[in-house]
Protein backbone atom coordinates (compact mmCIF):
# COMPACT_ATOMS: atom_id res chain seq x y z
CA UNK A 1 0.00 0.00 0.00
CA UNK A 2 1.75 3.19 -0.84
CA UNK A 3 1.26 6.04 2.33
CA UNK A 4 -1.08 8.18 0.45
CA UNK A 5 -3.48 5.85 0.25
CA UNK A 6 -6.80 5.57 2.79
CA UNK A 7 -5.87 2.94 4.89
CA UNK A 8 -8.32 -0.09 6.00
CA UNK A 9 -9.77 1.73 9.05
CA UNK A 10 -10.58 4.93 7.01
CA UNK A 11 -11.89 2.58 4.45
CA UNK A 12 -14.43 0.92 6.17
CA UNK A 13 -16.00 4.26 8.56
CA UNK A 14 -16.79 5.36 5.06
CA UNK A 15 -18.25 2.26 3.77
CA UNK A 16 -20.24 2.10 6.79
CA UNK A 17 -21.35 5.71 6.62
CA UNK A 18 -22.40 5.74 2.97
CA UNK A 19 -22.78 2.13 1.89
CA UNK A 20 -21.12 0.18 -0.73
CA UNK A 21 -20.49 0.02 -3.95
CA UNK A 22 -19.02 3.02 -3.29
CA UNK A 23 -15.75 5.37 -5.24
CA UNK A 24 -13.60 7.04 -2.50
CA UNK A 25 -11.51 10.10 -4.38
CA UNK A 26 -9.10 11.61 -2.99
CA UNK A 27 -8.72 15.52 -3.90
CA UNK A 28 -5.40 15.63 -2.25
CA UNK A 29 -3.97 12.91 -4.35
CA UNK A 30 -5.48 14.02 -7.64
CA UNK A 31 -3.83 17.57 -6.62
CA UNK A 32 -0.47 16.06 -5.92
CA UNK A 33 -0.32 14.75 -9.39
CA UNK A 34 -1.75 17.46 -11.49
CA UNK A 35 1.13 19.84 -9.84
CA UNK A 36 4.01 16.53 -10.24
CA UNK A 37 2.51 16.17 -13.93
CA UNK A 38 2.83 20.16 -14.66
CA UNK A 39 5.79 20.00 -13.37
CA UNK A 40 7.52 17.12 -14.98
CA UNK A 41 5.96 18.92 -18.19
CA UNK A 42 7.28 22.64 -17.72
CA UNK A 43 5.56 25.52 -19.58
CA UNK A 44 2.68 22.64 -20.97
CA UNK A 45 -0.57 23.69 -20.40
CA UNK A 46 -3.01 20.61 -18.69
CA UNK A 47 -6.62 19.62 -20.08
CA UNK A 48 -7.88 17.25 -17.92
CA UNK A 49 -9.87 14.39 -20.49
CA UNK A 50 -12.83 14.50 -18.83
CA UNK A 51 -13.90 10.89 -20.05
CA UNK A 52 -11.58 9.37 -18.04
CA UNK A 53 -13.68 10.13 -14.84
CA UNK A 54 -16.40 12.77 -15.66
CA UNK A 55 -17.45 13.49 -12.50
CA UNK A 56 -18.22 16.67 -10.71
CA UNK A 57 -15.88 16.53 -8.10
CA UNK A 58 -13.36 16.17 -10.21
CA UNK A 59 -13.91 19.46 -12.49
CA UNK A 60 -14.22 21.28 -9.27
CA UNK A 61 -10.97 20.17 -8.10
CA UNK A 62 -9.18 20.58 -11.28
CA UNK A 63 -10.97 23.68 -12.24
CA UNK A 64 -9.86 25.54 -8.55
CA UNK A 65 -6.03 24.54 -9.69
CA UNK A 66 -5.93 26.23 -13.08
CA UNK A 67 -6.50 23.00 -15.51
CA UNK A 68 -7.79 23.02 -18.71
CA UNK A 69 -10.37 20.54 -19.84
CA UNK A 70 -11.07 18.37 -22.95
CA UNK A 71 -14.47 17.49 -23.76
CA UNK A 72 -15.65 14.82 -26.45
CA UNK A 73 -19.42 15.18 -25.85
CA UNK A 74 -22.12 17.85 -25.32
CA UNK A 75 -22.72 15.75 -21.80
CA UNK A 76 -18.69 16.72 -20.91
CA UNK A 77 -19.82 20.17 -21.88
CA UNK A 78 -23.04 20.28 -19.50
CA UNK A 79 -20.25 19.13 -16.62
CA UNK A 80 -18.38 21.79 -17.25
CA UNK A 81 -21.35 24.34 -17.52
CA UNK A 82 -22.45 23.34 -14.32
CA UNK A 83 -18.87 23.70 -12.40
CA UNK A 84 -19.00 27.65 -14.21
CA UNK A 85 -15.52 26.39 -15.84
CA UNK A 86 -14.57 29.18 -18.08
CA UNK A 87 -15.34 28.40 -21.59
CA UNK A 88 -11.66 29.30 -22.99
CA UNK A 89 -10.06 26.80 -20.55
CA UNK A 90 -12.04 24.18 -22.89
CA UNK A 91 -11.27 22.41 -25.92
CA UNK A 92 -13.02 19.82 -28.00
CA UNK A 93 -10.83 16.96 -28.99
CA UNK A 94 -13.45 14.00 -30.79
CA UNK A 95 -12.42 13.36 -34.23
CA UNK A 96 -15.76 13.07 -35.20
CA UNK A 97 -18.93 15.37 -33.91
CA UNK A 98 -22.79 15.47 -34.92
CA UNK A 99 -23.46 19.34 -36.34
CA UNK A 100 -25.14 19.72 -32.96
CA UNK A 101 -21.68 19.02 -30.70
CA UNK A 102 -20.77 21.70 -32.65
CA UNK A 103 -23.38 24.09 -32.35
CA UNK A 104 -23.53 23.01 -28.48
CA UNK A 105 -19.73 23.69 -28.08
CA UNK A 106 -20.05 26.84 -29.68
CA UNK A 107 -22.83 28.11 -27.85
CA UNK A 108 -20.77 26.70 -24.25
CA UNK A 109 -17.96 29.19 -25.86
CA UNK A 110 -15.87 26.35 -26.44
CA UNK A 111 -14.01 27.55 -29.42
CA UNK A 112 -11.37 24.74 -29.93
CA UNK A 113 -11.99 21.96 -32.12
CA UNK A 114 -10.12 18.85 -33.37
CA UNK A 115 -10.49 17.50 -37.17
CA UNK A 116 -8.50 14.52 -38.88
CA UNK A 117 -10.06 14.29 -42.14
CA UNK A 118 -11.33 16.12 -44.90
CA UNK A 119 -15.61 15.37 -44.53
CA UNK A 120 -14.72 16.80 -40.48
CA UNK A 121 -13.23 19.57 -41.62
CA UNK A 122 -15.73 20.94 -44.02
CA UNK A 123 -18.31 20.45 -41.26
CA UNK A 124 -16.69 24.00 -40.17
CA UNK A 125 -17.59 25.79 -43.08
CA UNK A 126 -20.13 27.79 -41.72
CA UNK A 127 -18.57 28.20 -38.42
CA UNK A 128 -15.10 28.70 -39.75
CA UNK A 129 -15.31 32.52 -38.15
CA UNK A 130 -15.49 31.57 -34.80
CA UNK A 131 -13.19 28.20 -34.65
CA UNK A 132 -9.33 27.42 -34.60
CA UNK A 133 -9.10 23.78 -35.19
CA UNK A 134 -5.97 21.38 -34.29
CA UNK A 135 -4.86 18.38 -37.06
CA UNK A 136 -4.72 15.39 -35.61
CA UNK A 137 -2.16 13.23 -36.74
CA UNK A 138 -1.57 9.40 -35.97
CA UNK A 139 1.49 7.53 -34.71
CA UNK A 140 0.95 4.13 -34.28
CA UNK A 141 1.83 2.88 -30.53
CA UNK A 142 2.38 -1.18 -30.10
CA UNK A 143 3.87 -0.12 -26.60
CA UNK A 144 0.12 1.29 -25.57
CA UNK A 145 -2.51 -0.55 -23.78
CA UNK A 146 -4.71 1.35 -25.66
CA UNK A 147 -3.51 2.47 -29.40
CA UNK A 148 -5.83 5.04 -30.20
CA UNK A 149 -4.41 5.94 -33.27
CA UNK A 150 -5.52 2.97 -35.57
CA UNK A 151 -9.01 4.48 -34.60
CA UNK A 152 -8.19 7.96 -35.19
CA UNK A 153 -5.62 10.75 -36.74
CA UNK A 154 -4.86 11.51 -40.33
CA UNK A 155 -1.33 10.42 -41.39
CA UNK A 156 2.06 12.91 -40.97
CA UNK A 157 2.10 12.40 -45.53
CA UNK A 158 -1.77 13.45 -45.58
CA UNK A 159 -1.33 16.50 -42.95
CA UNK A 160 -0.22 18.88 -45.61
CA UNK A 161 -2.88 18.43 -47.67
CA UNK A 162 -5.62 18.65 -45.28
CA UNK A 163 -3.78 22.00 -44.55
CA UNK A 164 -4.03 23.20 -48.03
CA UNK A 165 -7.21 22.16 -48.00
CA UNK A 166 -8.41 24.27 -44.66
CA UNK A 167 -6.57 27.38 -46.46
CA UNK A 168 -8.71 26.88 -49.48
CA UNK A 169 -11.98 26.89 -47.34
CA UNK A 170 -11.08 29.49 -45.08
CA UNK A 171 -11.64 27.45 -42.02
CA UNK A 172 -8.54 28.79 -39.70
CA UNK A 173 -5.79 25.41 -38.22
CA UNK A 174 -4.29 26.74 -35.80
CA UNK A 175 -2.53 23.28 -34.16
CA UNK A 176 -1.45 20.12 -34.55
CA UNK A 177 -2.62 17.25 -31.97
CA UNK A 178 -1.94 13.21 -31.70
CA UNK A 179 -2.34 11.04 -28.72
CA UNK A 180 0.04 8.16 -28.71
CA UNK A 181 -2.43 6.00 -26.90
CA UNK A 182 -3.29 5.44 -23.66
CA UNK A 183 -1.25 3.84 -20.77
CA UNK A 184 2.06 4.06 -22.78
CA UNK A 185 4.69 1.65 -21.60
CA UNK A 186 7.20 4.43 -22.20
CA UNK A 187 7.97 7.65 -23.59
CA UNK A 188 9.77 7.20 -26.68
CA UNK A 189 6.68 7.54 -29.07
CA UNK A 190 5.63 10.90 -27.98
CA UNK A 191 9.53 12.13 -28.76
CA UNK A 192 9.12 10.52 -31.91
CA UNK A 193 6.05 12.47 -32.40
CA UNK A 194 6.83 15.66 -31.34
CA UNK A 195 9.69 15.74 -33.30
CA UNK A 196 7.62 14.75 -36.25
CA UNK A 197 4.81 17.42 -36.22
CA UNK A 198 7.22 20.27 -35.19
CA UNK A 199 9.30 19.65 -38.76
CA UNK A 200 5.73 19.41 -40.47
CA UNK A 201 4.90 22.61 -38.52
CA UNK A 202 8.05 24.52 -39.99
CA UNK A 203 6.78 23.51 -43.56
CA UNK A 204 3.78 24.76 -43.25
CA UNK A 205 4.78 28.02 -41.35
CA UNK A 206 6.50 28.44 -45.08
CA UNK A 207 3.78 27.62 -46.20
CA UNK A 208 1.47 30.16 -45.06
CA UNK A 209 -0.66 27.66 -42.00
CA UNK A 210 0.28 29.87 -39.10
CA UNK A 211 0.67 26.59 -36.90
CA UNK A 212 1.21 27.96 -33.37
CA UNK A 213 -0.04 25.00 -31.07
CA UNK A 214 1.27 21.48 -30.11
CA UNK A 215 -1.51 19.28 -28.87
CA UNK A 216 0.64 15.75 -27.12
CA UNK A 217 -2.37 14.28 -25.82
CA UNK A 218 -2.53 11.73 -23.04
CA UNK A 219 -0.75 8.38 -22.41
CA UNK A 220 0.96 9.39 -19.21
CA UNK A 221 0.65 5.91 -17.40
CA UNK A 222 -0.75 4.80 -13.92
CA UNK A 223 0.42 2.22 -11.98
CA UNK A 224 -1.61 -0.64 -11.50
CA UNK A 225 0.25 -3.24 -10.22
CA UNK A 226 3.41 -3.23 -7.92
CA UNK A 227 5.28 -0.38 -10.07
CA UNK A 228 6.38 3.12 -9.24
CA UNK A 229 6.50 5.34 -12.10
CA UNK A 230 8.05 8.56 -11.30
CA UNK A 231 6.36 10.59 -13.09
CA UNK A 232 9.42 13.23 -13.79
CA UNK A 233 11.57 10.52 -15.20
CA UNK A 234 8.94 9.24 -17.11
CA UNK A 235 8.26 12.88 -18.57
CA UNK A 236 11.93 13.50 -19.02
CA UNK A 237 12.18 12.59 -22.77
CA UNK A 238 9.00 14.58 -23.77
CA UNK A 239 10.47 17.58 -21.64
CA UNK A 240 13.66 17.55 -23.48
CA UNK A 241 12.33 17.36 -27.26
CA UNK A 242 9.83 20.30 -25.92
CA UNK A 243 12.54 22.27 -25.72
CA UNK A 244 13.78 22.25 -28.66
CA UNK A 245 10.72 23.39 -30.16
CA UNK A 246 10.82 27.12 -30.92
CA UNK A 247 9.33 29.35 -27.95
CA UNK A 248 6.62 30.66 -29.97
CA UNK A 249 4.70 27.39 -30.01
CA UNK A 250 2.39 26.86 -27.62
CA UNK A 251 1.96 23.68 -25.75
CA UNK A 252 -0.60 21.66 -24.47
CA UNK A 253 -1.80 18.25 -23.22
CA UNK A 254 -4.53 16.12 -22.39
CA UNK A 255 -4.27 13.83 -19.39
CA UNK A 256 -6.58 12.01 -18.07
CA UNK A 257 -5.62 8.61 -16.77
CA UNK A 258 -2.22 9.91 -15.05
CA UNK A 259 -4.43 12.07 -12.89
CA UNK A 260 -7.45 10.04 -11.60
CA UNK A 261 -6.62 6.47 -11.46
CA UNK A 262 -4.50 6.67 -8.18
CA UNK A 263 -6.98 8.87 -6.70
CA UNK A 264 -10.06 6.53 -6.39
CA UNK A 265 -10.20 3.37 -4.49
CA UNK A 266 -13.43 1.11 -5.09
CA UNK A 267 -15.12 -0.33 -1.72
CA UNK A 268 -17.17 -3.65 -2.41
CA UNK A 269 -18.88 -5.71 0.06
CA UNK A 270 -19.63 -9.66 -0.15
CA UNK A 271 -23.02 -10.11 -0.86
CA UNK A 272 -23.37 -13.51 -1.62
CA UNK A 273 -20.97 -16.58 -1.01
CA UNK A 274 -21.22 -20.43 -2.66
CA UNK A 275 -18.76 -23.12 -3.19
CA UNK A 276 -18.93 -24.66 -6.59
CA UNK A 277 -16.68 -27.01 -8.61
CA UNK A 278 -13.80 -25.08 -8.33
CA UNK A 279 -13.62 -23.59 -4.88
CA UNK A 280 -15.38 -20.53 -3.07
CA UNK A 281 -17.16 -17.77 -4.92
CA UNK A 282 -17.41 -14.48 -3.51
CA UNK A 283 -20.56 -12.18 -4.86
CA UNK A 284 -19.71 -8.06 -4.79
CA UNK A 285 -22.50 -5.84 -4.76
CA UNK A 286 -20.12 -4.10 -8.16
CA UNK A 287 -18.42 -5.89 -11.11
CA UNK A 288 -17.50 -6.23 -14.76
CA UNK A 289 -21.14 -3.87 -16.07
CA UNK A 290 -20.05 -1.65 -12.96
CA UNK A 291 -16.81 -0.26 -11.45
CA UNK A 292 -14.98 -2.95 -12.98
CA UNK A 293 -16.04 -2.09 -16.71
CA UNK A 294 -12.18 -0.80 -17.34
CA UNK A 295 -11.13 -4.57 -17.46
CA UNK A 296 -13.11 -5.17 -20.75
CA UNK A 297 -13.16 -2.09 -21.81
CA UNK A 298 -9.65 -0.92 -20.81
CA UNK A 299 -7.64 -3.67 -20.71
CA UNK A 300 -7.16 -2.34 -17.01
CA UNK A 301 -6.91 -5.10 -13.81
CA UNK A 302 -6.74 -3.22 -10.39
CA UNK A 303 -4.96 -4.80 -7.22
CA UNK A 304 -7.42 -6.34 -4.66
CA UNK A 305 -7.34 -6.27 -1.14
CA UNK A 306 -9.77 -7.41 1.65
CA UNK A 307 -9.89 -6.92 5.18
CA UNK A 308 -10.44 -10.14 6.50
CA UNK A 309 -7.51 -12.30 7.85
CA UNK A 310 -6.77 -16.09 7.95
CA UNK A 311 -5.31 -18.59 5.94
CA UNK A 312 -6.14 -18.38 2.35
CA UNK A 313 -7.21 -20.48 -0.81
CA UNK A 314 -7.46 -19.97 -4.27
CA UNK A 315 -11.07 -17.72 -4.58
CA UNK A 316 -13.21 -16.23 -7.65
CA UNK A 317 -14.96 -12.89 -7.20
CA UNK A 318 -17.72 -12.55 -9.04
CA UNK A 319 -20.02 -9.14 -9.35
CA UNK A 320 -23.54 -9.09 -9.22
CA UNK A 321 -25.30 -9.59 -12.31
CA UNK A 322 -26.89 -12.43 -13.98
CA UNK A 323 -24.28 -12.50 -17.03
CA UNK A 324 -21.62 -15.43 -16.20
CA UNK A 325 -19.18 -13.06 -18.24
CA UNK A 326 -19.14 -10.56 -14.94
CA UNK A 327 -16.65 -12.54 -13.33
CA UNK A 328 -14.23 -10.14 -11.62
CA UNK A 329 -11.40 -12.12 -10.41
CA UNK A 330 -10.30 -16.08 -10.56
CA UNK A 331 -7.98 -18.44 -8.80
CA UNK A 332 -6.74 -15.38 -6.10
CA UNK A 333 -5.82 -16.29 -3.07
CA UNK A 334 -8.00 -14.89 -0.39
CA UNK A 335 -9.07 -15.36 3.31
CA UNK A 336 -12.46 -16.68 4.06
CA UNK A 337 -14.77 -14.38 3.50
CA UNK A 338 -18.43 -13.85 5.21
CA UNK A 339 -21.36 -11.65 3.90
CA UNK A 340 -20.48 -8.16 4.25
CA UNK A 341 -17.00 -8.03 4.28
CA UNK A 342 -15.38 -4.93 2.54
CA UNK A 343 -13.16 -6.20 -1.28
CA UNK A 344 -11.08 -3.04 -1.71
CA UNK A 345 -9.99 -2.04 -5.47
CA UNK A 346 -6.91 0.51 -6.11
CA UNK A 347 -6.09 2.34 -8.77
CA UNK A 348 -9.77 2.80 -9.83
CA UNK A 349 -10.32 6.30 -10.97
CA UNK A 350 -9.93 6.18 -14.78
CA UNK A 351 -12.22 4.12 -17.00
CA UNK A 352 -14.19 2.69 -14.38
CA UNK A 353 -17.39 4.72 -12.75
CA UNK A 354 -16.98 5.97 -16.63
CA UNK A 355 -17.77 3.21 -18.15
CA UNK A 356 -20.55 1.75 -15.80
CA UNK A 357 -23.68 0.64 -17.03
CA UNK A 358 -27.06 -0.05 -15.52
CA UNK A 359 -27.19 -3.70 -16.46
CA UNK A 360 -30.16 -5.45 -14.54
CA UNK A 361 -31.20 -2.14 -12.92
CA UNK A 362 -28.34 -2.36 -10.78
CA UNK A 363 -27.36 0.80 -8.81
CA UNK A 364 -23.56 2.49 -9.81
CA UNK A 365 -21.28 2.89 -7.34
CA UNK A 366 -21.85 6.41 -5.96
CA UNK A 367 -18.80 8.57 -5.60
CA UNK A 368 -17.84 10.88 -2.18
N1 LIG B 1 -7.54 12.87 -25.27
C1 LIG B 1 -8.21 12.07 -26.12
C2 LIG B 1 -8.65 12.62 -27.41
C3 LIG B 1 -8.48 10.74 -25.76
O1 LIG B 1 -9.16 9.94 -26.60
C4 LIG B 1 -8.04 10.25 -24.50
C5 LIG B 1 -8.30 8.89 -24.08
O2 LIG B 1 -8.99 8.10 -24.72
C6 LIG B 1 -7.35 11.15 -23.64
C7 LIG B 1 -7.10 12.44 -24.07
C8 LIG B 1 -6.87 10.75 -22.29
O3 LIG B 1 -5.83 9.84 -22.42
P1 LIG B 1 -5.13 9.24 -21.15
O4 LIG B 1 -6.17 8.76 -20.23
O5 LIG B 1 -4.23 8.19 -21.68
O6 LIG B 1 -4.32 10.34 -20.52
Given at each position: ?28 E ?6 A ?22 I ?22 A ?41 F ?49 K ?86 A ?102 R????
Amino acid sequence: MNASMPDHADLSALAAEHGTPLLVLDCAELERRYRALAAALPGVDLYYAIKALPDPQVIRALNALGSGFDVASAGELALLRAGRVDPRRAIHTHPIKKPADIKAALRFGCTTFVVDNPAELEKFLPFRHRVGLMLRVRFRNPGAVCDLSRKFGCSPEEAPMLLARARQLGIPVKGLSFHVGSQSDGAATHVAAIRECAALIARERAHGSPLSVLDIGGGFPADYADTKTDIAEWCAPIAEALAALPPSLEVIAEPGRYLVAPAVTGLFSVVGQAVRDDGRWYYLDDGLYGSFSGQLYDHSRYSLEVIAEGPTSPATLAGPTCDSIDVIAEGIELPVLSIGDLVIGRTMGAYTAASATDFNALPRARIV
